[in-house]
């Protein structure tokens, strides 16, 4: 299924396991970001974009009103307080429930040394596939229009695989090391929502990449689509617990619904 034979070892029974983990390791608790090129092999690169745009009319295209922390604004803090100010975010996604038990995407997901795999370049001592029906697995599609807004992640960390490019937009923009401490840094944090900040790093990821991105303390977006050709991405969910949930004010912003459909109802 996948290309790290050559290049990744997944099974830590295998020589050079610990030393290629620590590698990766550091490379993430310093940067916040870490991307594997050719982690899936073109061939089954190709199988998921066909798999994701066979399904992509069934995708949920969400309209997303939220703060940079995805919840709600709370109406007793100032316009202008960033906990306060809402932007918006369009993107069509296909739930985890939707992705079919033959998918190739699933066969990755479930592959028997990925998660530990995962868990052991983002040391934390435990990591399990997350337990929500619906955001365990998804593929994202943005099409001409669609973006994604400046904001915090809910969870530690995002898996991504990037499986399509756009013909144009979709640049992944963050700002390394932003976290919301002080006035200074909330002052900074604004100054992007308003469009009134300095030019953001670009996050280079190859299709095919393993993208670990640290994403709750470093303020990111997608820059908008154009043109007819979807970017499509991957997303792997893990929770350091098992069982771990999506709220139902997530579900309903992600997915547009709470119930659970088989592939062959949705």
Sequence with gaps: MLDQTQRYILDPKQPGYDDQIQLFRTQFAKEGALVLPGFVS????????????????????????????????????????VKRMVDHSKIHVIANDQIPDCSKLRELYLHQHLTSFIRDVAGVPSLYRYGCPLGALNYQLMKDGDGVR????????????????????GAFEYVHNLRLTD????????????????????LESPLGSLVLFRGRNTLH????????KP?????????TKPGHNSSNFVKMMRYGRLQVIRPDES
């Design 221 to 228: 977006r997608v820059t908008k689509i154009l043109g007819d």
């Design 231 to 239: 970017r499509i991405n991957a997303l792997l969910g893990y929770a």
């Design 150 to 169: 400046w904001h915090y992640d809910i969870s530690d960390f995002v898996a991504a695989i990037p499986i399509q490019d756009a013909d144009q937009g």
């Design 42 to 81: 073109a061939a089954n690169l190709k199988t998921m974009v066909s798999e994701s745009l066979a399904l992509s009319e069934r995708a949920f295209h969400n309209f997303e009103t939220s703060t940079i922390f995805l919840e709600s604004p709370d109406p007793a803090l100032p316009e202008d307080h």
């Design 183 to 202: 006035n200074s840094s909330c002052d900074l944090a604004r100054s992007y929502l308003k469009e009134q900040a300095g030019q953001a790093s670009i």
